[in-house]
């Protein structure tokens, strides 16, 4: 071998090492953020520091709020929530076999891959992002644990245009606190997701009202109890 050629190995070896390094790094940092708001509320998101719109939002404990206004979430977004990892691998291949056949790559996302996305990345259905999504998810599972991801997820959804968390979408459509909503309006709320930009719990297209009654048949079959163990 050359000494160009091995300079040129050197330098290839060089970079891939301080590309490790790099990446190493961040993610020390990142775990390092997750475990710090694994206690602390988040001061904000990416998606909020995203948001092209004021921002609203308030903080609520989940101790606060009655069981059916996460139970309507679960119920509307991700019913097999306290039973996976953080992924639902079979949603994921579906998604994985809709794009390869020219759909879109959407769908297959799980309240706590949601939770991740809000949190730390960015709006879009690349692969890159749904990669670092699942990753993310699988270690809020492991270092959050179900109940902190569901508190969360509820505190950072969008449910409008710059209103972010059930608190701040309580007191907008509604004029009173998340603690007080009915399962009714909980179910409301659920139904904006995921697209809430564009709609209103107290204008409901008949679609939409039909959605509502879904879920409130939803939480009666899951059962006042169902996120009992998540919760307790």
């Given at each position: 071998m050359t000494e160009q050629k091995r300079g040129v190995f050197g330098w290839l070896g060089l970079l891939c090492w301080r590309t490790l390094q790099l990446a190493l790094l961040l993610l020390a940092l990142v775990l390092i953020l997750l475990l710090i708001l694994r206690f602390v509320p988040p001061p904000t998101t990416a998606f909020m520091l995203q948001s092209p719109y004021p921002?609203?939002?308030?903080?609520?404990?989940?101790?606060q709020l009655p069981p059916h206004v996460p139970l309507a979430l679960v119920a509307s977004e991700d019913q097999r929530f306290p039973q996976h990892f953080g992924v639902d691998i079979n949603e994921i291949r579906n998604a994985l076999e809709r794009f390869d056949d020219g759909g879109g790559l959407r769908g297959a996302s799980t309240i706590t891959q949601q939770t991740a996305k809000?949190?730390?990345?960015?709006?879009g259905r690349s692969l890159l992002r749904k990669g670092l999504e699942a990753a993310l998810a699988l270690s809020l599972e492991g270092l959050w644990g179900k109940k902190r991801i569901l508190e969360v997820y509820l505190n950072i959804a969008e449910f409008g245009p710059g209103i972010y968390g059930v608190e701040a979408a309580s007191q907008y459509y509604f004029g009173k606190s998340a603690s007080q909503l009915s399962r009714n309006q909980a179910a409301r709320l659920a139904v904006l997701l995921p697209s809430p930009r564009r709609r209103d719990p107290n204008q409901l297209?008949?679609?939409l009202q039909q959605r509502v009654s879904w879920v409130e048949q939803q939480m009666r079959q899951l059962g006042a109890g169902y996120l009992k163990p998540v919760l307790d």
């Open positions: 921002v609203q939002q308030q903080w609520i404990n989940i101790a809000n949190l730390l990345l960015w709006p297209t008949p679609y």
